[in-house]
């Protein structure tokens, strides 16, 4: 199979798609074709030929285990790409661009796209340390919260810690708002790297929760 995400997409109109379903692959003469079965922006259409009794199925997309490439695609392009995928879907949805539901979106993320995300944070985190390790002077540290901000009353932010000479992000950490500065440092894993300077700049804002 193809790279899914290399292989070229295109929007295809169902009056064009009609045209090619409905002749019969084995004798090239008129069949009968119907959606079976659609799945977000996938559909699956049955073939029946009454002259050569041929019958057979037809995906317009390509399987990723149970999923169809394109919805998991849709969903990993509005996340990574930081877009919004309610203005997305609403887009498609006003193009009647068959496309997933805010509910797949939603599952998609939270079992496939939110995992990959932290077991690559942990992969790179792995690399930072290791070339950390190697480096002289131990950690630069800089920090910095953000939490909900206009009405001051979230409970939770993140609070991120970024080695300030090879400009990386080294940890991330969700926080209560409450929370000290150094309890983020404590809970920060670097038992394998030197702290021998700490350095930590954050702004007003950060500093009023501190306070
Ligand atoms: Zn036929």
Redo the contacts with the bound molecule.
Sequence with gaps: MENPVQDEKYVVFRSCLWALLQR??????P?HAEIAHRSGSMIKVNRD??????TNSWTSQPMLGEIPAGNILLSSAIMFTGASYTKTLRVLNSMNIATISTRTFQDHCKKFLHPAIYHMFLDSQSDILRELRSMDGGLVLGGDGRADSPGYSAKYGSYTLIELRTKKVVHMQLVQVSCSVQWCIANFETAVVLLSYLYMSYHIYWATFCS
């Design positions: 019969c692959p084995g004798c090239s003469k069949c030929c009454d002259y050569c009794e041929d």
